[in-house]
Nanobody
């Protein structure tokens, strides 16, 4: 099993940037595919970005492509989400998820979740 803790959320103006971190513990981090997801009030959790264990395979949701960047540091057991050019519609609770096996964009494909970190983008 792996435990996940997100950090780095906050309040930012439109056009600004934030860097989210997700620290993992409990199991071999480098064996997990990691994903970032978000959930806005009244909406379902949706895929944002994912990265496989090696960093060789990366997927992005179309609405963040070119603005967000996912990366991982296996030596630090941490995955990051650099968010630039933020928009009010990016406001949500951001979650990181972990899974073994191949990379996927499916929310229900991830086995472990953090508690989430709130990102609020003001206009």
């Amino acid at each position: 099993q792996v435990q996940l803790v997100e950090s780095g959320g906050g309040l930012v103006q439109a056009g600004g940037s934030l860097r989210l971190s997700c620290a993992a513990s409990g199991d071999t981090f480098s064996s997990y595919t990691m994903g970032w997801f978000r959930q806005a009030p009244g909406k379902e959790r949706e895929f944002v970005a994912a990265i496989d264990w090696s960093g060789a395979a990366i997927f992005y949701a179309y609405f963040v492509k070119g603005r967000f960047n996912i990366s991982r540091d296996n030596a630090k057991n941490t995955v990051y989400l650099q968010m630039n050019s933020l928009k009010p519609e990016d406001t949500a609770v951001y979650y990181c998820g972990a899974k073994t096996g191949v990379i996927t964009v499916r929310v229900n494909g991830y086995d472990y979740w953090g508690q989430g970190t709130q990102v609020t983008v003001s206009s």
